[in-house]
């Protein structure tokens, strides 16, 4: 098996319809969700870019840098426009976590104060999933379009997600279901970044500027 700690970023089934109901955000039909970009504008508001495996913006999500959500972009944006970093993750299988040498972060997700409800569609049926099993989540942040990495995010931020998972689709494996769920995990994330968890860079500040902060 290959180590599930390495892949891009989420890819999501072509056939499935992606929701997000506490996020108001626009279902993704039909799409293969490959990256997303993670940006501070000159407001001091969060922006989250989706982009398709060819690099067309699926849609653009803005917050406030307070935590409040203010709105929800659709768009299909050629990618060059956004400038700064990528943020690519991966998703680390507990059982997995002991062998790694990498020095990667590790975070573990806590759920219970922030988390959305996650649904979505599959062959006419409508799916939930919610926190059920500890997860652990591992981030750095490279350069756009490169392997120059800019930031690696280890140590100093940690917390506990319990449960299970309860999520299964017909003839899917597992590791279509982790992938698919990065997506709700990244929210916590991005919560801890607009408490001021991490510095995000300006849009056009340069890469010495980006850092991660310790607890």
């Known amino acids: 098996m290959s180590d599930p700690s390495v892949f891009e970023d989420p890819t999501f089934p072509t056939a499935a319809n992606i929701f997000f109901?506490?996020?108001?955000?626009?279902?993704?039909?039909g799409r293969v969700i490959k990256t997303f970009h993670l940006w501070r504008d000159k407001h001091g508001s969060m922006n989250k870019s989706y982009y398709d495996s060819d690099g067309t913006q699926a849609y653009r999500k803005r917050t406030d840098f307070l935590g409040a959500r203010k709105r929800l972009i659709s768009a299909?944006?050629?990618?060059?426009?956004?400038?700064?970093?990528?943020?690519?993750?991966?998703?680390?299988?507990?059982?997995?976590?002991n062998s790694r040498t990498k020095s990667i972060a590790t975070l573990n997700i806590d759920t219970g104060l922030h988390f959305p409800t996650f649904q979505f569609e599959w062959e006419g049926k409508?799916?939930?999933?919610?926190?059920?099993?500890?997860?652990?989540?591992?981030?750095?942040?490279?350069e756009k379009n490169t392997?120059?990495?800019?930031?690696?995010?280890?140590?100093?931020?940690?917390?506990?997600?319990?449960?299970r998972l309860r999520l299964f689709l017909p003839?899917?494996?597992?590791?279509d279901l982790e992938e698919l769920l990065m997506i709700c995990l990244i929210d916590m994330l991005e919560m801890q970044i607009l408490l001021g968890k991490f510095n995000l860079p300006e849009e056009n500040q340069t890469k010495g500027d980006l850092g991660a902060q310790s607890q």
Do not use: I
């Open 21 to 29: 109901p506490n996020d108001n955000a626009t279902p993704v039909e």
């Open 76 to 97: 299909k944006t050629d990618a060059t426009v956004w400038e700064q970093c990528w943020f690519q993750y991966a998703f680390l299988r507990r059982r997995y976590y």
């Open 126 to 142: 409508t799916y939930t999933w919610q926190n059920r099993r500890p997860l652990t989540l591992s981030m750095q942040c490279y």
């Open 147 to 163: 392997e120059n990495m800019l930031a690696d995010f280890r140590g100093g931020l940690h917390w506990k997600l319990v449960g």
């Open 171 to 175: 003839g899917k494996p597992t590791a």
